[in-house]
Structures are given as structure tokens and as C-alpha cells.
């Protein structure tokens, strides 16, 4: 029976190890500190549900079937229908995102010259006589226009990445769409073809899901399917390749380190933890070093409903970075986004704020970032009074970006992987930033792995 290491207890390493045991591989996750799931946290006090990191999943094929295999099915709450409103800051206050013709004909968050650009869109011919990578901002710039980038793009990819679209790839942050403008040559054609082809599931009540205690629910069940085999405390400081196949290190409290040997390792451990690492490989580590990691704190306020005069019918709000007399990057409306998230008569909002609009704003005291958060909500969404509950999460390096010129870390992983045998890549640095990415890119490594321990040489 191969023997196969995974680092990193994160959602990516959880879904390796897991589809390993169940394809009858024994196998060892390490990680580092006390508790399994990585970014996603879940923690409940005084009747509110707080979420650390990811508030909500979008249904993906994996996630169907871990929610299977799991038996989740039961945890699992839907989102609330009005969370199909969004809401993006305008002008100093919230306007819905338009969701139909009739919407977007009506909208004030769009200008009639925006909405005559946007209406041009199928028109605009296809980017030619270049395949260099272009910036999120210039893709949108091209096909829909400078007012959607402000307020549609810019105000999406602060809440994904906590990223700015100057600065992220088309190409590798948003592949659907370089690829949709390449296949049919427009975003809109595109599109409506694309969700002809591939309708979205009839049965799924919303676009949208977490857990009744938290997206916390899903790593926890991962980990205790997998019982002892996820080990805590064991941060790993050096991975070696041997004749037999690799050699883990990992500090342990007394002074000698533990080593592990495995038949393959799959390393989940973000890019900035992977370049702790002591590891000798002949190929050029530096394009994974230069990926940044920008900090993220995200602030959770608990209020009396009628505190807050904003009717909350939505899934959140977005700032826009041109709206720039705000500090904040968004906040989600969590108790109506899910049930459970707040004692009744009460409201949670999750505020995020940093990223790399503002990394400097995230690095401030709890109490100097809830100021900031406490002034922006009480000017966007008409909050009076003082929260009876708050919560301050800080990550000091939030989310991976995925910026111009990143297809060279990805050739970097694949070189890697196809230079040192037995060694495989999954996370969220990998195809996607999404939980569901990480699952998906979890799943695949695993596969990856056994196949090639099942077809090398006995
Ligand atoms: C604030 C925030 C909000 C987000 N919101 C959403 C959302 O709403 N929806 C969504 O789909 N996605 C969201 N995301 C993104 C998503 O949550 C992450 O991309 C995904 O969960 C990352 O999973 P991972 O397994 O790749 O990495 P991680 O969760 O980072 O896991 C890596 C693991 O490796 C461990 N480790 C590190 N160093 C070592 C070492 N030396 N030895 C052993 N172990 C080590 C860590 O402790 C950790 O457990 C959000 C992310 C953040 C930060």
C-alpha cells in the first residue's frame, strides 16, 4: 500500500487526503497548527455565528460529492432568496447590481454612455495580434467599458481577492472569461451559449450555500473521517528527496526533529510557507516567492435590528475603489444571507477591509479597523449606536493573487512536479482562489498521485 504525505490540513489537503483513503492509500497529513481547515473558521459567541474566512460556497461537482460521501446533507442551509441582491456603493450609497434588462436599463449605478458602451460589447472584436497577458482592468476596459470596470469589476474582484484589476491577470484570475471572448469572440454571446450548453442544476435552491454551524462543518467532517491520520502540531521545515522516495521533516518540541518517509508528498502549504521550506530542487523556485499574499481583516459586528435603518435585502455591499472617501472593501449582510447567523431581533454584517487596495488598514489595532468600519457603516447603511458584539480576524496574508505574468508560476508547479517524481502541488495558488478551486485542485493531486504510484514500476 503506497504511503503518501500530505502538508497542510487546509480544505486542499483534507480533500487529497481523504480521496487517498478512500482509494485505499495510506496516508499522513501534517499540519502545523491545532486545528484542521486552514482559512476556514467558523466560531460562535453570544448567538452570532462569525465566519474567519469564507462565508459562502457556490455548488461545484466535488463539493456535491464530499456533501454526499459526508453525509452533509442535512447541515447544509441555502442561501436566502434575496441574496441574489447585491449591492455596489455609488455615489456615497448602496445600489443594486442589475440583474435583468428592465433593471439595467433603469440603474443609476450606470450611466446612459456606460450603458450605450456596455450595449456594444458583442460588437467589439477580439483582441488580435498578441497573446501577452493582459490586466483584468485593460480586458474590461476593452470589452465592457471604464464605468463597468469601476463599478462592477473593480468592486467584484476587492471582494474575491481582495485584489485590485490593475494588477491581476484576465487570463489566469478570470480564465472563463479570456475564454469565453476567444471561443465566441464576446462576452454576451458567449455567455448565453455557454449557459445553453451547460444549464445550471434545476434542483439547487439557490446559487449559493454554507452549514447551520458554519462552513467550519465541512473540513471538521473531512478530519474526522479521516481520523488519526491528520496529526496536529507538526509544522514541516524540510522536505527531502531519498532513493525510496521523500523524506519530511518536522519540528517537534523537544530539540531533534522528526522525520517521516513517504512513498509521495502533495505540499498544500501556501506558496510562502513552501519557501520556509529546506528543499533542494534544481529548478528556479522564484517566481512561487514573488507571489503576494495581501492582508485581509475582516470585522464582524453584531447590532440591534433597529440600529440599522438599510433594509439588508441582499447579500451585501461592495465598495468601489473610485469611491474613495470610504475605507471598507465590502460587507456582507450575514444574517440574511443564512439563518443562525444572529440571536433574533439582532443583525450580523461582516466588514472586510484591506487587502491590496489598503494593506496598511488591515495592519492597524482591532479597535483602530472597527473605527473605520464602524464610521463607513454608519454612513453607508445608516447604522446608529454602538455594535453589542463585535469580532476582529486578522490574516496577515489573505488570499494568493493572481497577477500579470503568473502563468510562470504555474509552469514553475507543473516543471517541478514532472522533475522530482512523487511530488505534487494543490491549493489555491493552483487554478482558482475559491474554495471549490482549492477542493477541485486537491482532488486532482490526489488523483495525480495514484495514478502514477499505480502505474510505476513494482
Ligand atoms: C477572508 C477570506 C474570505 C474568503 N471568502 C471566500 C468565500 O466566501 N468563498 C470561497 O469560496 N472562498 C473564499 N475564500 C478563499 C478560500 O477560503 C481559500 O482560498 C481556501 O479555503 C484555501 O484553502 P487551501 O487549503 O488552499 O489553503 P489554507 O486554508 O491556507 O490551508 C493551508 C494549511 O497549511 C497549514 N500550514 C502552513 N504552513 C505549514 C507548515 N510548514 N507545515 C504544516 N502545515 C502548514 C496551515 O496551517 C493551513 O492549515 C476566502 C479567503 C479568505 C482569507
Known amino acids: 500500500m503506497p504511503r503518501i504525505g500530505v502538508l497542510g490540513a487546509g480544505i486542499a489537503g483534507l480533500t487529497a487526503a481523504y480521496q487517498l483513503q478512500e482509494s485505499g492509500a495510506s496516508v499522513q497529513v501534517l499540519e502545523a497548527t491545532d486545528r484542521a481547515g486552514g482559512v476556514i473558521q467558523s466560531t460562535k459567541s453570544d448567538g452570532f455565528?462569525?465566519?474567519?474566512?469564507?462565508?459562502?460556497?457556490?455548488?461545484?461537482?466535488?463539493?456535491?460529492?464530499?456533501?454526499?460521501?459526508?453525509d452533509l446533507e442535512d447541515r447544509r442551509v441555502w442561501a436566502d432568496d434575496t441574496a441574489s441582491k447585491r449591492y455596489v456603493i455609488r455615489d456615497e450609497r448602496p445600489v443594486p447590481l442589475p440583474t435583468s434588462l428592465g433593471s439595467f436599463i433603469s440603474t443609476d449605478l450606470f450611466s446612459a454612455r456606460a450603458k450605450l458602451r456596455l450595449l456594444a460589447e458583442p460588437f467589439i472584436g477580439r483582441r488580435s495580434g498578441t497573446n501577452s497577458d493582459e490586466s483584468l482592468a485593460a480586458f474590461t476596459r476593452r470589452r465592457?467599458?471604464?464605468?463597468?470596470?469601476?463599478?462592477?469589476?473593480?468592486?467584484?474582484?476587492?471582494?474575491?481577492?481582495?485584489?485590485?484589476?490593475?494588477?491581476?491577470?484576465?487570463r489566469h484570475a478570470f480564465e472563463r472569461l479570456v475564454d469565453l471572448e476567444e471561443e465566441y469572440g464576446s462576452l454576451f454571446w458567449g455567455g448565453l451559449r455557454a449557459n445553453r450548453n451547460d444549464p445550471a442544476p434545476d434542483d439547487a435552491p439557490s446559487s449559493l450555500f454554507s452549514f447551520h454551524d458554519?462552513?467550519?462543518?465541512?473540513?471538521?467532517?473531512?478530519?474526522?473521517?479521516?481520523?488519526d491520520c491528520v496529526v496536529h502540531g507538526t509544522p514541516v521545515t524540510a522536505?527531502?528527496?531519498?532513493?525510496?522516495?521523500?523524506?519530511?521533516?518536522?519540528a517537534a518540541s523537544n530539540d531533534e526533529p522528526a522525520h517521516q518517509s513517504f512513498d509521495a508528498v502533495i505540499s498544500t502549504l501556501p506558496l510562502h510557507a513552501l519557501q520556509q521550506l529546506d528543499f533542494d530542487t534544481p529548478i528556479d523556485p522564484s517566481p512561487l516567492h514573488d507571489v503576494t499574499y495581501p492582508p485581509v481583516a475582516v470585522v464582524a459586528l453584531g447590532y440591534?435590528?433597529?440600529?440599522?435603518?438599510?433594509?439588508?435585502?441582499?447579500?451585501?455591499?461592495?465598495?468601489?475603489?473610485?469611491?474613495d472617501q470610504f475605507d471598507i472593501l465590502g460587507?456582507?449582510?450575514?444574517?440574511?444571507?443564512?439563518?443562525?447567523?444572529?440571536?433574533?431581533?439582532?443583525?450580523?454584517?461582516?466588514?472586510?477591509v484591506g487587502g491590496t487596495r489598503t494593506p496598511s488598514l488591515a495592519e492597524r489595532t482591532p479597535s483602530a479597523v472597527r473605527?473605520?468600519?464602524?464610521?463607513?457603516?454608519?454612513?453607508?447603511?445608516?447604522?446608529?449606536?454602538?455594535?453589542?458584539?463585535?469580532?476582529?480576524?486578522?490574516?496577515?496574508?489573505?488570499?494568493?493573487?493572481?497577477?500579470?505574468?503568473?502563468?510562470?508560476?504555474?509552469?514553475?508547479?507543473?516543471?517541478?512536479?514532472?522533475?522530482?517524481?512523487?511530488?505534487?502541488?494543490?491549493?489555491?495558488?493552483?487554478?482558482?482562489?475559491?474554495v471549490g478551486?482549492?477542493?477541485?485542485?486537491?482532488?486532482?493531486?490526489?488523483?495525480?498521485?495514484?495514478?502514477?504510484?499505480?502505474?510505476?514500476?513494482?
Open 144 to 170: 465592457l467599458g471604464p464605468e463597468v470596470l469601476d463599478y462592477a469589476v473593480a468592486p467584484f474582484v476587492g471582494g474575491v481577492f481582495a485584489g485590485d484589476p490593475t494588477q491581476l491577470s484576465a
Open 239 to 250: 522536505l527531502h528527496h531519498t532513493n525510496d522516495g521523500w523524506d519530511v521533516e518536522v
Open 371 to 434: 473605527d473605520v468600519v464602524e464610521r463607513d457603516l454608519n454612513r453607508l447603511l445608516g447604522v446608529t449606536g454602538d455594535p453589542g458584539f463585535a469580532q476582529h480576524v486578522h490574516w496577515p496574508r489573505a488570499i494568493p493573487q493572481y497577477t500579470l505574468g503568473y502563468g510562470t508560476v504555474k509552469e514553475t508547479l507543473d516543471t517541478l512536479e514532472a522533475e522530482h517524481d512523487g511530488l505534487y502541488f494543490a491549493g489555491n495558488y493552483r487554478s482558482g482562489v475559491s
Open 304 to 323: 440591534d435590528r433597529a440600529a440599522v435603518e438599510h433594509p439588508l435585502d441582499g447579500f451585501g455591499m461592495l465598495v468601489p475603489p473610485v469611491e
Open 437 to 458: 478551486d482549492a477542493v477541485a485542485s486537491g482532488a486532482a493531486a490526489a488523483s495525480r498521485a495514484l495514478d502514477a504510484l499505480t502505474t510505476r514500476d513494482p
Open 49 to 70: 455565528l462569525v465566519e474567519h474566512g469564507p462565508n459562502s460556497l457556490r455548488p461545484t461537482q466535488h463539493l456535491e460529492t464530499l456533501i454526499d460521501n459526508l
Open 214 to 227: 458554519g462552513l467550519e462543518t465541512l473540513p471538521a467532517a473531512l478530519a474526522d473521517a479521516l481520523g
Open 331 to 352: 460587507t456582507i449582510f450575514s444574517s440574511t444571507l443564512f439563518p443562525g447567523r444572529a440571536p433574533d431581533g439582532h443583525v450580523l454584517l461582516t466588514t472586510f
